[in-house]
C-alpha cells in the first residue's frame, strides 16, 4: 500500500476537483491510500454520497489556504493550518506517507519541500520535470521548469540524470534521447554555462545523449527529455502551452463563426475531438519535483478531478518503482557529478 | 530614394526566392533603390524577363555562400567574396546604402554588423527585435531574441528603448506596452537580473511599462513588446513557432485524413486560409537588428519571395522613420541608460 497526502486547496477548482479526484484514485488502485488535508467539513460534505474504500481515506483538517502572494519561507514557518503546510509537515514527519500531491502555489511548495522534506544525498538543487504531451503521440520532460533560474554545469548534469530516469521509470520511455536546450544544435552554441554543460552530457555514460536541441522541436517527438535552466524551461513548457491554448481557442472561435463552419465542424468533431484530448495537458498529470526526499507532485493549479486523479497515480509509480533510491545511487555512483553531499 | 544591399545567398530558397521579392519590393514601392549582391550570372538570369525599373536595381558579383557552421570572425574577415560578407561591407563603405537584409547565418551576420558596421553611439549591445502575430490580430516584438546569451539590467532597459521605438516607428503601434519576460508577474519575481531590470524598466518615463509577464501571455495581444536576454527570447520565439508550426501541420493531416474530414475541411476552407494567412511569419517580415549605425534586418531562412520584399519594406520603414536617430537620441537622453559610450 502506498501512502499519499493530498493538499485539497489551493487549486482553482478546490477543493471539490481535488475531492472527486482522490475518489477516482482510490477507486482505480487499490494499493492506494490518502490522507486529505483541508477544510474537513466541506471535505466530507463532498464526500457524502460518494462510494469508495473508507478505511483507505482520512481527513486531517487544515482549513488555510496559502496563496502566491505569500512569503514562501514565512508560510512555511508560520502557517501550520494552512492544508499545504500541514501536508508538507506530514509527509516529513511520518514515515508511513510516502508522496504528496499538491495543486497550491508553486514557491511556497518548492521551499517547503527543500527546507522540510530535504533533497536526496548527493543532489545539489531539487527540479521540477513536468511532461508534455508531443504530436506523434509520445511525451517529452523538461527538467528544469522553474525551480533554480540560476544554474551550473553539474546542476544540469543532475537535472539530465534525474529526469532520464524520471522518464523510464514514470513514464515507460526506454532508453530516453536527453537534449539540451539551447539557441543552436550545433556543438559549441550558447554561453559557458551552455558548452560546459554539453561537455559534462556527452562523457556522462549514464545517458542517452542527443546534443542540443533548438526549442522549435519541443513538439516534434525526436526528443524525450529536455534539458535546461529554470527560466528557460519555465518560458519553454509557458510558451507552449499558451500557444496551444490561443490557437485552439481561435480555431473553436473560427469552427462556430457562421452557419458553413458549423457544418463543417460537425463532420470534423471525431477527429478534432481526439486531438484537442491528445493535447490537454490534464491527461499527463503534474510535475514532478525530482531530487527530494520524498515523492512531491505539482498538479496544475487548473487541474480538475482527472488531473487530479493523474497526479496521485503518478506520485504512486513513481513511489512504487523506486524513483527515489534510484535518483540517490546514480547521483551518487556517477562520477561527473559533484553534489555537495550536504543535505538540509 | 533609400538604397538597400539584399544579400540574395544563404536562405534554403535563394537566390530565386530574394531575386523575385526584390522585383516584388522594387515594384511595390518607386522609392527604393535595390543592390543584389550574389551569383551576377544567375540572379541575372533570374532577373531575365521580369518588368521592373532597371535604373534602380544593381549587381554585385559575390558568389560565395556563408554557412551556420563557418566560425564568424573567419567569415567577416576572409570570406570576402561571399554575398553576406560583400553586402556588410558595402554598406559600411558606401554612404549612399542605408540598410541591408539577408537570410544568411544568423551568428555571422551578427558578427559583421557588430564589427564592421558598429554600435549607434551608447548602445552598449545590438540585439534582435523579431516581429509575431497575436491571435487578435495584432503583433508583439520580442527583443533581445537571441544577439546576447548573457545580459545585464542595464542592457535590458536599452533593449526595451530601442524595441519600444521599433514597435512604434516601424510597427505603427501607439504607446508600445511594454512587458519583462519572466517566470511570474508579480514584482520581484525572477534573479536578481530581472529584479534589477524591473526596477529600471519601471523607472524610465520613455517607457510604457505594464510590468512582468508569463510567456504563456506571448500571443494574447496583452503586450506590444516582450524584453527579455537573448537565451529567453530566442526559445521563446522558437517554442511559439515551432508549436504553431506542429499544431497546424497535425490539423493538416486530419483535415485530410478521411472523406468525413475533407468534406468538413472544404466547408471550413475559407475560414482555416483566413487564420493560416494570420499566422504566416513571412507575412511579418525579418527580425531587424536593433542599436547598429545602419539598419540590418535578418529574414526568415525559409523566406519566400512575400517574405523578402517585406524584409526590404520594413528596412525603408526603418530608414524613412529616422529610427537609428531617434535610438540614439533616447538612448542618450535617457539617464538610467549607461552605454558604455565607446564604439566598435
Do not use: W
Given at each position: 500500500?502506498?501512502?499519499?497526502?493530498?493538499?485539497?486547496?489551493?487549486?482553482?477548482?478546490?477543493?471539490?476537483?481535488?475531492?472527486?479526484?482522490?475518489?477516482?484514485?482510490?477507486?482505480?488502485?487499490?494499493?492506494?491510500?490518502?490522507?486529505?488535508?483541508?477544510?474537513?467539513?466541506?471535505?466530507?460534505?463532498?464526500?457524502?454520497?460518494?462510494?469508495?474504500?473508507?478505511?483507505?481515506?482520512?481527513?486531517?483538517?487544515?482549513?488555510?489556504?496559502?496563496?502566491?502572494?505569500?512569503?514562501?519561507?514565512?508560510?512555511?514557518?508560520?502557517?501550520?493550518?494552512?492544508?499545504?503546510?500541514?501536508?508538507?509537515?506530514?509527509?516529513?514527519?511520518?514515515?508511513?506517507?510516502?508522496?504528496?500531491?499538491?495543486?497550491?502555489?508553486?514557491?511556497?511548495?518548492?521551499?517547503?519541500?527543500?527546507?522540510?522534506?530535504?533533497?536526496?544525498?548527493?543532489?545539489?538543487?531539487?527540479?521540477?520535470?513536468?511532461?508534455?504531451?508531443?504530436?506523434?503521440?509520445?511525451?517529452?520532460?523538461?527538467?528544469?521548469?522553474?525551480?533554480?533560474?540560476?544554474?551550473?554545469?553539474?546542476?544540469?548534469?543532475?537535472?539530465?540524470?534525474?529526469?532520464?530516469?524520471?522518464?523510464?521509470?514514470?513514464?515507460?520511455?526506454?532508453?530516453?534521447?536527453?537534449?539540451?536546450?539551447?539557441?543552436?544544435?550545433?556543438?559549441?552554441?550558447?554561453?559557458?554555462?551552455?558548452?560546459?554543460?554539453?561537455?559534462?552530457?556527452?562523457?556522462?555514460?549514464?545517458?542517452?545523449?542527443?546534443?542540443?536541441?533548438?526549442?522549435?522541436?519541443?513538439?516534434?517527438?525526436?526528443?524525450?527529455?529536455?534539458?535546461?535552466?529554470?527560466?528557460?524551461?519555465?518560458?519553454?513548457?509557458?510558451?507552449?502551452e499558451g500557444t496551444c491554448i490561443e490557437l485552439l481557442k481561435m480555431l473553436k472561435r473560427e469552427l462556430t463563426s457562421s452557419f458553413k463552419?458549423?457544418?463543417?465542424?460537425?463532420?470534423?468533431?471525431?477527429?478534432?475531438?481526439?486531438?484537442?484530448?491528445?493535447?490537454?495537458?490534464?491527461?499527463?498529470?503534474?510535475?514532478?519535483?525530482?531530487?527530494?526526499?520524498?515523492?512531491?507532485?505539482?498538479?496544475?493549479?487548473?487541474?480538475?478531478?482527472?488531473?487530479?486523479?493523474?497526479?496521485?497515480?503518478?506520485?504512486?509509480?513513481?513511489?512504487?518503482?523506486?524513483?527515489?533510491?534510484?535518483?540517490?545511487?546514480?547521483?551518487?555512483?556517477?562520477?561527473?557529478?559533484?553534489?555537495?553531499?550536504?543535505?538540509?
Amino acid at each position: 500500500m502506498v501512502k499519499i497526502v493530498v493538499d485539497c486547496l489551493g487549486g482553482d477548482n478546490s477543493p471539490a476537483a481535488n475531492v472527486a479526484g482522490c475518489v477516482d484514485a482510490l477507486n482505480a488502485n487499490g494499493d492506494i491510500a490518502l490522507v486529505l488535508t483541508g477544510g474537513k467539513e466541506e471535505i466530507e460534505k463532498l464526500l457524502a454520497g460518494k462510494e469508495y474504500d473508507k478505511s483507505r481515506l482520512e481527513i486531517v483538517d487544515a482549513p488555510d489556504t496559502v496563496t502566491g502572494e505569500d512569503r514562501p519561507t514565512d508560510v512555511i514557518r508560520s502557517a501550520k493550518n494552512s492544508s499545504m503546510v500541514r501536508a508538507v509537515n506530514m509527509l516529513r514527519e511520518d514515515d508511513s506517507v510516502q508522496a504528496m500531491v499538491s495543486l497550491g502555489a508553486t514557491g511556497v511548495l518548492l521551499t517547503g519541500a527543500v527546507l522540510r522534506i530535504g533533497r536526496l544525498p548527493g543532489v545539489e538543487r531539487p527540479a521540477f520535470c513536468p511532461v508534455m504531451p508531443t504530436l506523434n503521440g509520445g511525451v517529452v520532460g523538461v527538467c528544469d521548469s522553474g525551480a533554480n533560474v540560476e544554474c551550473t554545469p553539474d546542476r544540469l548534469l543532475q537535472f539530465a540524470l534525474m529526469g532520464s530516469l524520471y522518464m523510464q521509470r514514470v513514464c515507460g520511455v526506454k532508453n530516453p534521447r536527453v537534449a539540451l536546450l539551447n539557441v543552436g544544435v550545433e556543438e559549441g552554441k550558447g554561453d559557458d554555462l551552455h558548452k560546459e554543460a554539453y561537455k559534462l552530457l556527452k562523457e556522462c555514460k549514464a545517458l542517452n545523449f542527443a546534443g542540443n536541441m533548438e526549442s522549435r522541436d519541443v513538439l516534434s517527438g525526436n526528443y524525450d527529455l529536455i534539458v535546461c535552466d529554470g527560466f528557460s524551461g519555465n518560458v519553454l513548457v509557458k510558451t507552449t502551452e499558451g500557444t496551444c491554448i490561443e490557437l485552439l481557442k481561435m480555431l473553436k472561435r473560427e469552427l462556430t463563426s457562421s452557419f458553413k463552419a458549423k457544418m463543417g465542424a460537425l463532420l470534423l468533431k471525431g477527429t478534432l475531438k481526439k486531438n484537442f484530448k491528445k493535447l490537454n495537458y490534464q491527461n499527463y498529470g503534474g510535475s514532478v519535483m525530482l531530487g527530494t526526499k520524498k515523492v512531491v507532485i505539482k498538479g496544475h493549479g487548473s487541474s480538475k478531478a482527472i488531473g487530479v486523479a493523474k497526479c496521485i497515480e503518478q506520485a504512486y509509480t513513481a513511489v512504487k518503482n523506486d524513483l527515489n533510491p534510484e535518483i540517490e545511487a546514480i547521483i551518487n555512483s556517477n562520477s561527473n557529478t559533484k553534489g555537495d553531499m550536504q543535505n538540509v
